[in-house]
């Protein structure tokens, strides 16, 4: 059986933003496999970050060995659809949506998706899984967030561990390659409960960032987050 994959999304929410394109290289040399761009709007969530100028401006530094690294957008946005043309034309890989913040779920995939983009859907703490419903056959990454959304640097939230396992069997179920991304908290002291829970992907801003040592950090998380997946298998 080929081993377990897990993709580590460094969030740039906790970069130096003074010194975005060099740190997107030194996240990327340090072995990030995506790059998490967190969209926040002062509106759906109590902060404000960067746009499409911003995206624009770091594409060209996520690249790895001539192959380009996806830009993975998270929107914490409201109203969404007038961003996905802007961020489509910024370069974005992916781009995940709440639903709480779109009048109409399934058209905002479909735009999505007109322009070449994935599509993925974005649960809070709070939300309910029957929001999979109808769409998860359209989906190519569910983003279950582990904090609640708006700021970096928060306290994993343990109660999302069996909402993770519920997700992928779900996935599993679907016979589809849908990632499983988990948002907020991830550090390598649960990676390895974040990973057994059957997640995927991981995000990970303050505990990739904060303590200067990228390289490191990334791997901790990654080495055990697949110990907790290979023994889910097991
Ligand atoms: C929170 C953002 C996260 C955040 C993660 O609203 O969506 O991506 O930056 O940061 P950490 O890993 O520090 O919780
Ligand atoms: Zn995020």
Redesign the pocket.
């Known amino acids: 059986m080929p081993s377990p994959t897990m993709r580590i999304a460094p969030?740039l929410?906790?970069a130096d933003f003074a010194r975005l394109g060099e740190e997107v290289t030194a996240v990327i040399a340090a072995g990030a496999d995506v790059i998490?761009f967190?969209v926040m709007d002062n509106h759906y969530v109590p902060n404000l970050t960067v746009g499409p100028l911003v995206c624009q401006a770091i594409k060209p530094y996520a690249v790895k060995d001539g192959q380009s690294v996806p830009i993975d957008v998270?929107l914490?946005v409201k109203p969404v659809d007038a961003l996905i043309p802007m961020f489509a034309q910024a370069g974005a890989s992916i781009i995940s949506f709440h639903p709480e913040a779109s009048e109409h779920i399934d058209r905002t995939i479909q735009l999505i998706h007109s322009f070449g983009m994935k599509a993925g859907l974005v649960l809070n703490p709070a939300t309910a899984l029957n929001c999979l419903d109808h769409v998860l056959d359209e989906l190519e990454l569910v983003l279950l967030m582990s904090?609640n959304?708006?700021?970096?640097?928060?306290s994993f939230i343990e109660h999302v561990l069996p909402k993770i396992d519920a997700v992928r069997k779900r996935i599993d179920a679907s016979g589809r390659d849908i990632w499983l991304e988990v948002?907020?908290?991830?550090k390598a002291d649960n990676a390895e409960r974040v990973g057994n829970a059957g997640a995927d992907t991981l995000?990970?801003?303050?505990?990739v960032f904060s303590g200067g040592r990228y390289a490191e950090s990334i791997a901790a998380i990654r080495t055990n987050a697949l110990a907790g997946a290979l023994a889910r298998r097991a």
């Not at 959304?149 to 928060?154: A, I, M, T």
């Not at 948002?183 to 991830?186: A, E, Y």
């Open positions: 969030s929410l906790s998490h967190d998270h914490m904090v959304p708006g700021f970096g640097g928060q948002d907020g908290g991830v995000v990970a801003g303050s505990a």
